[in-house]
C-alpha cells in the first residue's frame, strides 16, 4: 500500500484515477482546486477511510508542499487544458501549467516523493508530420498550451538530472471516456457531439473533418500512470512515453460511429445532420502515437480500441444523461 497524491483529482482523468488506486488498496490524497473538476466525480470516495480531499490551488507553492508531505508517488494531473482556451488566456494557463507544475516539481523534491507522474501532451509534437509520432522527434508548438506542456517535460528533465527526482511524462493523446465533462465553451469534442446528439442538435466540425486523431479510452490511460508509476525498471524513468492507442481515425468517422451507437439508444439520432465550420486556431492536422516505446519499457498493453472504448463512454453517457 502506497500513499499516492493525485492532483486533479476531481477532474475526469483523476477521479478515475482515485477510483482505480483506491480500489487497489492504496491511500489516496486529492487537491484539486475546483476550476474545472467536479466535487459529483468524488461522490463515491469522500467517506472512504483512504480518501482525502484537499482543496487548494497548485499555484500556491505552500498548498502544493503540504499536499506532497508524506506521499510515496505523485500523479500530476492538474492543468488548464484546451487549445483554444489557452490561446483566448494565455496568461492563465501558463499560471497553471508552468507555474504550478513548478511549484509541485520542487515540493516533490523538498518532501522527498519516490517518483513523478505527470500528465503530458501530444500537442508538444506541434507541426511536426511525421506519423507515427515518436517520442524524440517533435515540432515546433502550435499553441500557448502546448508551450506550456513543453515546458513541463524541459522542468521534468532537468529537476531529475540535478536533484535525482524520478519523472516519467505521459504524452495524452485525445484522452475520452466516462466523467468526461460534456459542458462548458472549452468541452471536448466527443462529449459534447454526444450532448449535442442526444438533444438533437447538430454538432459543428472545426474544418472538413479530415483531421485525425489518436483517440484514446481512459482505461488505456489509468493502465499507462499505474505502470510508470510502478515500474522497477530503470530504464523506463526520466523520460517520456506516448500514452495512445497507436491507431488513428478521422473527426469525420469518430462522428459517424457516435451516431450509429446513440441510435441505438434513439433512432432520430440518425437524421441529425453534421455541420462544418472554419479550422480552429492551434489544432494539429493529424494525430497518431508510436506506443512501441511503453510496449517495450513499461509492459503496456492497450486495453480498448478506439471502437470499443468509444460503445463504453456512449453507454456511460446515456446512463447519465438520459
Not at 474545472?36 to 477511510?49: D, I, M, S, V, Y
Not at 484522452?175 to 472549452?186: E, K, S
Amino acid at each position: 500500500m502506497a500513499n499516492i497524491l493525485i492532483t486533479g483529482g476531481a477532474g475526469f482523468i483523476g477521479s478515475n484515477l482515485c477510483d482505480r488506486f483506491i480500489a487497489k488498496g492504496h491511500k489516496i490524497t486529492c487537491l484539486d482546486n475546483f476550476a474545472t473538476g467536479h466535487r459529483h466525480n468524488l461522490a463515491e470516495l469522500l467517506q472512504h477511510p483512504d480518501f482525502t480531499l484537499m482543496e487548494g490551488d497548485i499555484r500556491d507553492a505552500e498548498t502544493c508542499q503540504q499536499a506532497c508531505e508524506g506521499q510515496d508517488y505523485v500523479l500530476h494531473q492538474a492543468a488548464l487544458g484546451s487549445v483554444p482556451r489557452s490561446v483566448n488566456d494565455p496568461v492563465t494557463s501558463n499560471a497553471v501549467n508552468v507555474g504550478g507544475f513548478l511549484n509541485m516539481l520542487v515540493a516533490a523534491r523538498d518532501t522527498n516523493v519516490k517518483r513523478f507522474v505527470y500528465a503530458a501532451s501530444s500537442s508538444t509534437y506541434g507541426d511536426s508530420e511525421s506519423l507515427p509520432k515518436v517520442e524524440d522527434v517533435i515540432g515546433k508548438p502550435l499553441s500557448p498550451y502546448a508551450v506550456t506542456k513543453y515546458v513541463n517535460e524541459l522542468y521534468a528533465e532537468v529537476f531529475a538530472k540535478t536533484y535525482g527526482i524520478e519523472c516519467i511524462g505521459l504524452r495524452y493523446f485525445n484522452v475520452f471516456g466516462r466523467r468526461q465533462d460534456p459542458n462548458g465553451a472549452y468541452a471536448a469534442v466527443i462529449p459534447k457531439f454526444v450532448i449535442q446528439l442526444l438533444r438533437h442538435q447538430s454538432p459543428t466540425i472545426n474544418g472538413t473533418g479530415d483531421y485525425s486523431r489518436d483517440f484514446t479510452y481512459i482505461d488505456n490511460v489509468i493502465q499507462m500512470n499505474e505502470r510508470a508509476m510502478l515500474t522497477d525498471n530503470p530504464e523506463a524513468v526520466n523520460t517520456v512515453y506516448n500514452t495512445a492507442v497507436g491507431d488513428r481515425t478521422t473527426i469525420n468517422d469518430m462522428a459517424r460511429l457516435l451516431k450509429e451507437y446513440l441510435s441505438a439508444f434513439d433512432p432520430k439520432i440518425k437524421e441529425v445532420e453534421i455541420l462544418y465550420g472554419p479550422v480552429r486556431a492551434g489544432d494539429v492536422p493529424h494525430s497518431k502515437a508510436s506506443i512501441d516505446k511503453a510496449v517495450q519499457l513499461l509492459g503496456y498493453a492497450p486495453s480498448h480500441s478506439f471502437a470499443t472504448g468509444l460503445k463504453e463512454a456512449v453507454n456511460w453517457y446515456w446512463d447519465q444523461l438520459k
